[in-house]
């Protein structure tokens, strides 16, 4: 009993603070309360519901040789320190998605998505994470289309592939699409993120021929650029000559992004993607335990409100209630589907004992939740007219100072003109107005946090500028192996077409699959770009729903796995989240084809504006009846897109369906492990 | 291991390139016989394995 002391202790705090958060109004909350609930609640999850699942769910068996023992080759086989593992893992799975969804979410006030990131993350999104590490670690470390195909057979192993390359084509684009939101018209964030091109190349040539291997030192000498780059990226700003020439606007940005993805994409790894990946990869990691840092030095009172208006419904943001629309908003933090990938990919061939797998699958997604909420603890520091005006279209707020606070005033969050003049003047920009996507609200909130720590408010331009650089390098690096990755999964699914491709050994096709990714991914950017509402608010829902439904079908695939290990008693445990996930993906997605409501339904939304052509109007925030045809023409796609999602997730419940109904028929485990003892040979 | 040590490994399976004595001690092992990469080849294969599009899985 002593042994569980300190639990409960640990949840005792854990469940004051979330009570706190919870039930203060009017009186303002430290944003410590938030980071002090998460880390208890995430604590006793791991070390009660995580060991729970270990134990009975998976009878994990630490006598059982993993992949690593089993097939180890000293390079992609290799068992590995489980304190080691555990930082690959989670360098692998942080990304853009949890900063950016909860700053997105915040516009409902900090409570829902605190509760959502940690209730998601306990019961969803890290037994998610953990149980696809667990099946992929008994089946030699296969990736989770092979695991589909032999689970669940061959159809739902294609239905699922075809859904994954769709997954990675909205992600590429809503993540290009964030960058060009961070750095349109913004010559110092420009200059800084063309400057790692060059900078990573010297790199890429040094790793290459003076010191093969030192990545250490190279990294080191890449950050001394990068922070020189930063520095004279306020000089060349401000320059007549330069700073015009690092001005861009959003679709100039959006073919660079274009162009720049097709060209990267093909040229040899060492030279850009494998030393900007290093720099990103290491600034990433320092970044966010900077953050951790900097807000228990701060200790910030939360300025959003515990909850706003538009919870139910009608924010600038994004449109639509809470439910279910808040819980695909914030994607990543929670539950992300695309973390199936990465536990089906190289973290299972270097796991060195079944019993590692707890910290690694279910721990480093808790860590991801952590930041998640430091994201959301950011949005929720500022200033809410500020927030407000960063993250609403143009078409409601204006492009000027005047109409934006006047219209943000009237959203009832009362802001001045002069402040988001102030604020935009702090952080070396010409304009904050309508910067959504997360990433400069975050990186405002950064300037804000970094700034208190050290150099005061002189620095505050200094480290906005260095947030945008960190956020935008880790997108671009993923836009460039995003690709490549893309590439080859669309060549896969052209191989089961025809299956002649495979054997060639022409370049050509690896050329047309690169091509025909990019061109994928551009046109959604395109769409974003040019798209008068903003784009985020039309496509974030859009991914926001394909990385949820990807969870569903990993998490479909954990309860087959179960029933066929005659595991059914303990079900629940992957069918609660699952029945979760396609309540609100179905919900939302359906609400996204078929709603009334012209603001959330596509399909509602186009009708409004053809019915509007026909009769020759020019709708706002159209303007010009070619804009009109474009939003029709926008609407249809999405529309067309979502039901392809909707039509993919549907496929595999049946196919769930009927595999665990085949396996409740069997007397005996149907699973396709490998055996637990290795036969001699 | 030390902290250090530690740190430094994870540091660089981060972006992908385990550690080069346990290569080689995996091959002294069981591979006696095939040539074993110097640690420039070894750095390139690993760099490569990791980026060459068919893991390239990054997170969104």
Redesign the interface.
Known sequence: MIRHLPWLLTGLVGAVSLGVVAVSRGETVNALWIVVAAVCCFLVAYRYYALFIARHVMKLDPSRPTPAIRR?????Y?A??R??????HF???????PLVGPVLAAQMGYLPGTLWIIGGVVLAGAVQDFMVLFISMRRDGR?LGELIRMEMGQMAGTIALFGAFMIMVI?LA??ALIVVKALAESPWGMFTVAATVPLAMVMGAY?RWIR??R??EVSILGLVGLFAAIIYGQAVAQSPVWGPLFTFTPVQLCWILIGYGAVASVLP??LL??PR??LS??LK?GAIAALAIGIVIMAPPLRMPALTAFASGGGPVFSGGLFPFLFITI??GAV?G??A??AS??TPK?IASETDAPLIGYGAMLMEAFVAIMALVGAAILDPGIYFTMNSPAALIGTDAASAAHAVTAMGFAISPETIAQTARDVGEHTIISRAGGAPTLAVAMAEIFSHVVGGPAMKAFWYHFAILFEALFIL??VD??T??G??MLQDLMALAVPRLNESKSQIPGFVATALCVAAWGFFLHQGVTDPLGGVNTLWPV?GIS?QMLAAIALMLATAVLFRMKRDRYAWVTLLPTAWLLVCTLSAGWLKLFSADPAVGFLAHGAKFSAALEKGEVLAPAKSLEQMERIVFNDRVDAALVAVFLAVVVSLMVFTFHTCMASRRSAVPTVNELPAHPVAA | ?NLIA?L?????????????E??????AM?HPERPVMD??A???????????????????
């Open positions: 180890a080759d000293g390079l992609d290799v590995t320190d304190t080691v593992l555990f930082g690959h360098a692998a799975i942080a990304g853009a998605g990736s992600i809503v993540l790793t093969p291997g990545i250490g790894v060492w993607l494998a990946d290093y990869t290491f990691i994607a990543c992300s695309f973390h990938l990465i990919g190289t270097l690096t993923a192996a995003g490549r990755a590439r080859f991914f990385n | 291991m530690t430094r490994r994870m540091a660089r399976l981060m972006v992908g390139v385990p550690d080069y346990d290569y080689v001690r995996h091959m069981h640690r420039k070894f750095f390139r294969d690993r760099q490569e394995a990791r980026y060459g599009g068919k893991n390239g899985g990054r997170c969104c």
